[in-house]
């Protein structure tokens, strides 16, 4: 394997081209399906960007595993030991078809169930976030870090998402919600996981849940905010593994035990996946 910080930059190059072929087609005509259910939506620029990466990443990494959105089976989820990519070609795809311009464009790299580096690209505002283990993370080249003046709940601007799967509901009802509306300065739902942990990292929000999401998500924004001096866990303050659901609470660091504790999952316990 090329050294962490040559694959990065290919990364963020890949990355950078497909979010530029997103924000040219942003309002434009596009073919719309669904997947799951009606909610779970995709279209044919997310497939076209997953092409371009797919394409991209296979021919600089040829040993590794690539596993995308569009394209995976459960089998492909398995942890192993080789390396993988996880691969969100357009995440935010609800904002996408209804002509919202916030998205972003996502890879990461994976060894043993833990991502070791990643990349969320922001077309809109042409924002790229970078971060490896022990390097930082980056906006634009430049070092961010996660916002270390707000130590408590009532202090911070918190952000979550809702799965579009019904399958997934009553796992999100589960949270305390009221606890952190109540208490918390506000709440938003951008409709990106990937761009909600690349703001937690660069201190724009102070903390995030989410139940259900899946690996592609969440492993870049993970890395960012790891490398940004801020904590991951499940939503019972357990260590995270990139299973092919993740429950995450991602927050500065400070208000993590608050966070959790507020949102209600028994201590100790496991989120329920499934
Ligand atoms: C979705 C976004 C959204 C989250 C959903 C994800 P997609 O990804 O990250 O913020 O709430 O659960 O599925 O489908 O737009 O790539
Ligand atoms: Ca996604
Ligand atoms: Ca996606």
């Keep these: 394997m090329k050294d962490a910080s040559q694959a990065l930059e290919k990364a963020s190059d890949i990355v950078v081209e497909a979010g530029k072929m997103v ?4 309002g434009g005509r596009f073919s719309t399906g669904f997947k799951s259910c009606p909610a779970d939506l995709v279209t044919e620029v997310d497939r076209r960007s997953q092409s371009f990466i797919l394409e991209g990443l296979g021919k600089a990494f040829p040993d590794h595993r690539l596993v995308a959105e569009e394209d995976f089976t459960e089998d492909d989820l398995a942890l192993d030991d080789r390396p993988v990519w996880f691969i969100d070609p357009l995440d935010g795809t609800t904002n996408f078809v209804f002509g ?4 972003a464009v996502t890879v990461s790299l994976a060894l ?3 991502p070791v580096l990643g990349a969320v690209y922001d077309p809109f505002r042409e924002e790229l ?7 930082g993370s980056y906006l634009n080249k430049k070092r961010i870090r996660v916002d270390r003046t707000r130590k408590k709940l009532a202090e911070s601007l918190i952000a979550t998402g809702f799965p ?3 399958r997934f509901k009553g796992e999100m009802l589960r949270a305390n919600f009221t606890a952190i509306f109540s208490k918390a300065v506000d709440v938003r739902a951008f409709g990106s996981a990937a761009l909600e942990l690349a703001y937690i990292a660069c201190g724009r929000i102070t903390g995030y849940w989410e139940v259900c999401l899946r690996p592609w998500d969440v492993a ?5 905010v790891e490398e940004s001096g801020g904590r991951i866990s499940d939503l019972c303050g357990n260590d995270l593994l990139l299973e092919n659901h993740v429950s995450i609470a991602a927050s500065n660091g400070l208000i993590h035990g608050e966070l959790i ?3 209600g999952f028994l201590p100790g316990s496991k989120p329920s996946n499934k």
């Excluded at 976030?129 to 390097?135: I, W």
């Design 23 to 26: 924000r040219a087609n942003l």
């Design 220 to 224: 870049a924004g993970i890395v960012l």
């Design 164 to 166: 579009s799967s019904d």
């Design 100 to 103: 919202i311009p916030i998205c």
């Design 261 to 263: 504790s507020d949102l």
């Design 129 to 135: 976030f970078t971060a490896a283990r022990g390097s």
């Design 112 to 114: 043993g169930g833990r």
